[in-house]
């Protein structure tokens, strides 16, 4: 009996070595590491295209999807925005072929584009039709039908428009409000269809901006070529403006900050306008407008009508209010010409300015050459020095 007892404790306690080896000796099974949230995340499509009537909707919904947004020949349905705000950093966007606008009476805009590294670019032979003889009336915004604005970049940074062409726009073609360092080149603005009816089709409205630069700009309108009515380090250059209201710094006073600094305007040509070179403050108000510069531009007034043209250059502090009661709340210092030649209107005033008391200094004039019109004969504190002639 203790011989099979022996035996049955020796074979138990093998049994129970042999367990203990086999849990050794199995490997414990790997950890799950906790999920990313940026493995939720699908990744990006490295193109999508986007036409037709729907694909306005489409895109505007697919956008962060996206890193190359391709709008071929869309259709935007009459008061509805072609919503691409809020891009990923690094978004492009293409236009191809024609994409139109339908009409509709309000405010606007038809497009609209928001992020930080954006490129937005027009394929060859591509236009943004914004059927604009539907709505103009010869009142722009000031009556008749409620007229749209265009193409809204509004908190774009570090961005590029290029090679955009817009064609007949209702009214204001491009708002570039809160941006910095934008650029824009070889952009069209073509609303010549409008010279009876249009107005307010200004090109480029620039507010609250920091670093915009915009060269090769073709430009035929019925309002401002470019205003600037807030913002600093500014250039626009090689352009070529027909039939509006000229390069201008301002309307000055209606902004929440009414500041313009360091703004330079080169190599270009003002063509058929009712006046090339333009600083406006609104009577009443204050800020400044300090370091702005008109180089190389030149003025070809040949065949522009009579009563189109007002002015060459023009410095008016009494915009909106009463003509010929400048105010001073607005200081316009550092204000540079520099060649600065050509030819205005028979009835045109050459140079003409309205300054308030004291509150225009610091100018500095070199080659201004403007033949044609007439010479002013009701200028108003002009400053003193700097080769400055009205």
Same mark, same amino acid.
């Given at each position: 009996?203790? %011989? ?26 790997? &950890? ?28 505007? /919904? ?12 869309? #259709? ?7 919503? $691409? ?7 492009? @966007? ?25 490129? &937005? ?6 236009? $943004? ?10 009142? =722009? ?34 708002? $570039? ?15 010549? *269809?409008?010279?009876? $009816? ?33 913002? !600093? ?5 090689? =352009? ?19 500041? &313009? ?5 080169? *190599?270009?040509?003002? #063509?058929?306008? #009712? %006046?090339? /070179? ?12 300090? =370091? ?12 522009? *009508?009579?009563?189109?043209? *007002?002015?060459?250059? @023009? ?7 009463? !003509? ?26 050459? +140079?003409? +300015? ?16 403007? +033949?044609?019109? !007439? ?12 080769? +400055?002639?009205?």
């Amino acid at each position: 009996m203790h %011989q099979r007892l022996g035996k049955s404790m020796a074979t138990a306690i093998f049994c129970l070595f042999l367990g203990i080896n086999s849990v050794i000796g199995t490997p414990a099974p790997a &950890v799950t590491p906790a999920p990313r949230p940026e493995d939720a995340v699908a990744p990006r499509a490295s193109a999508c295209t986007f036409s037709g009537s729907l694909g306005y909707s489409s895109a505007s /919904v697919s956008k962060g999807s996206c890193s190359t947004i391709v709008l071929s020949s869309l #259709q935007v349905p009459g008061g509805k925005t072609l919503n $691409l705000e809020n891009l990923k950093d690094g978004t492009t @966007v293409v236009f191809e072929g024609t994409t139109t606008f339908g009409y509709a009476e309000w405010e606007g805009s038809l497009f609209s584009v928001s992020g930080n590294k954006i490129t &937005v670019k027009g394929a060859q032979g591509s236009v $943004l039709d914004g059927q604009g003889a539907l709505y103009w009336d010869g009142q =722009g915004g000031s009556g008749g039908v409620t007229k749209p604005k265009f193409f809204k970049a509004n908190h774009l940074n570090d961005s590029t428009l290029q090679g955009i062409t817009i064609k007949n726009a209702p009214k204001n073609s491009f708002s $570039l409000n809160y941006v910095n360092n934008l650029i824009v080149k070889d952009v069209t603005v073509d609303d010549r *269809d409008g010279e009876a $009816l249009g107005k307010n089709t200004d090109a480029f409205n620039i507010n609250n901006a920091d670093g915009v630069t915009i060269t090769g700009a073709k430009v035929w309108n019925q309002d401002d070529c470019v205003a600037v009515n807030s913002g !600093k380090n500014i250039y626009f250059g090689s =352009g070529f403006c027909s039939g509006g209201h000229g390069l201008s710094i301002g309307s000055i006073g209606d902004q929440t900050v009414n500041v &313009v600094s360091n703004v330079t305007f080169a *190599d270009s040509t003002v #063509q058929k306008s #009712q %006046q090339s /070179v333009r600083i406006k403050t609104i009577s009443g108000a204050t800020g400044t407008v300090q =370091g702005v510069t008109y180089r190389n531009i030149f003025l070809d007034g040949a065949g522009v *009508d009579a009563d189109y043209s *007002d002015y060459g250059v @023009v410095v008016t502090q009494s915009y909106g209010g009463d !003509k010929g009661k400048p105010t001073n709340g607005v200081a316009v210092t550092g204000f540079v010409l520099q060649n600065v030649t050509g030819t205005v209107g028979s009835d045109a005033a050459r +140079i003409y +300015i309205e300054c308030g008391v004291g509150s225009c200094s610091g100018w500095n004039w070199s080659g201004v050459s403007i +033949i044609g019109g !007439k010479k002013s004969t009701s200028c108003q504190n002009v400053p003193s020095g700097g080769n +400055i002639a009205c």
